[in-house]
């Protein structure tokens, strides 16, 4: 804790860097998977490709792409964009099973009636089924945060910015303190961003909530 108190502008500076490292590939990934999700949720084939895709995405050595991206996007292998890329890669494929996923528990009648007023599939995947869908969403999105979060550091065995500075330099000087102020720090960031994108998704899906008053209330009559 001493090493985090004594070093606290540095390691805030470090901090910003290793959040929009973090950050940025979630936006990506969201941009990319939202459309291509919902375009492939109706198609079987399709769907199926996608996931299997993802999930080999998924299960590649963050190391390994950090070693394959540069040059096949010709960039340097300390360049933070590599890291991005790769992030990029891992939350648009968990983002990607995860949108047709959440976008079945959509109910069918709903789906019915917005087509019988005139919702053309453009209109009504942003305007009805997404944001009905949220709330099984966001439980993805949680975790793509605090795992894009967490892989962040593994940049640093590749000379890229971020918290994981503190582990890799604590290691060499055989210093713990710092090792642990990178731990602490990581771990407020998972924890403070998974609170947040969930208040999000509550405050976006304002129903659950008053569904969830309606189920109780009739609980509390009958007691």
């Known amino acids: 804790m001493r090493y985090l108190i004594d070093n606290f502008a540095e390691i805030m500076a ?11 590939p979630l936006l990506l990934g969201l941009v990319i998977a939202i459309p291509f999700g919902a375009v492939i949720r109706g198609r079987g084939l399709a ?11 998924y299960t590649i050595p963050s190391l390994a792409l950090f070693v394959i991206i540069p040059p ?25 099973i995860a949108v047709p996923t959440a976008l079945d528990t959509v109910p069918v009648g709903v789906v019915d009636a917005a087509d019988a007023i005139g919702f053309g599939r453009l209109r009504r995947t942003p305007t009805v089924d997404m ?16 795992t894009n979060i967490a892989m962040v550091s593994v940049g640093a065995l590749i000379g890229v910015g971020g918290l994981g500075k503190l582990f890799t330099q604590g290691y060499q000087r055989d210093y713990p303190d710092q090792i642990v102020a ?16 969930f208040l999000l998704g ?19 009559a009958a007691g």
């Open 14 to 24: 470090i901090t910003r860097t290793h959040l929009v490292l973090a950050l940025v």
């Open 47 to 57: 769907r199926k490709i996608t996931t299997t895709a993802s999930s080999l995405a």
């Open 72 to 96: 096949l996007v010709g960039i340097s292998a300390i360049d933070p964009l590599n890291v991005i890329i790769a992030l990029t890669v891992y939350s648009t494929a968990l983002l990607l």
């Open 131 to 146: 944001p009905l869908a949220l709330p099984v969403f966001v439980s993805t999105l949680r975790v793509v945060v605090v």
């Open 182 to 197: 990178g731990i602490i720090v990581t771990l407020a960031l998972a924890l403070i961003f998974d609170r947040l994108v």
């Open 202 to 220: 509550r405050i976006a899906t304002p129903w659950t909530r008053a569904d969830a008053r309606r189920q109780r209330t009739p609980r509390a």
